[in-house]
């Protein structure tokens, strides 16, 4: 079992940065994929970033590319999300997950999660 617990969502206006915190604790050593999700009520959730924890090797989906950035420091057992250039549509809820993955083919933000946070709300206003 691992728990997840994500912080440093806020209201930041359009074109501001932020960066998400997800603190992992419990059986650690059995996950090697992290990710971002994200979600706003009534749609489906979105893959947003995923690491691989092996290589550091990195996943996102098209919308973020170039404005945000995942990271790991494994040692602190933290995983970061540093979104920049916000825009309205990056207002979600967002989680953090992770899971075992044999190799970074299967660490992408498409692929299913096991463990997830109950999530951080980031509101962007124009």
């Known amino acids: 079992q691992v728990e997840l617990v994500e912080s440093g969502g806020a209201s930041v206006q359009a074109g501001g940065s932020l960066r998400l915190s997800c603190a992992a604790d419990g059986y650690t050593n059995g996950v090697n994929c992290m990710g971002w999700f994200r979600q706003v009520p009534g749609k489906e959730r979105e893959g947003v970033a995923a690491?691989?924890?092996?290589?550091?090797?990195?996943d996102y989906a098209d919308s973020v590319k170039g404005r945000f950035t995942i990271s790991q420091d494994t040692v602190k057992k933290q995983t970061y999300l540093q979104m920049t250039d916000l825009n309205v549509e990056d207002t979600a809820k967002y989680y953090c997950a992770t899971k075992w993955a044999p190799s970074d083919r299967l660490c992408k933000v498409r692929s299913p999660f096991l463990y997830w946070g109950q999530g951080t709300e980031v509101t962007v206003s124009s």
């Open positions: 690491i691989y924890s092996s290589d550091g090797s990195a």
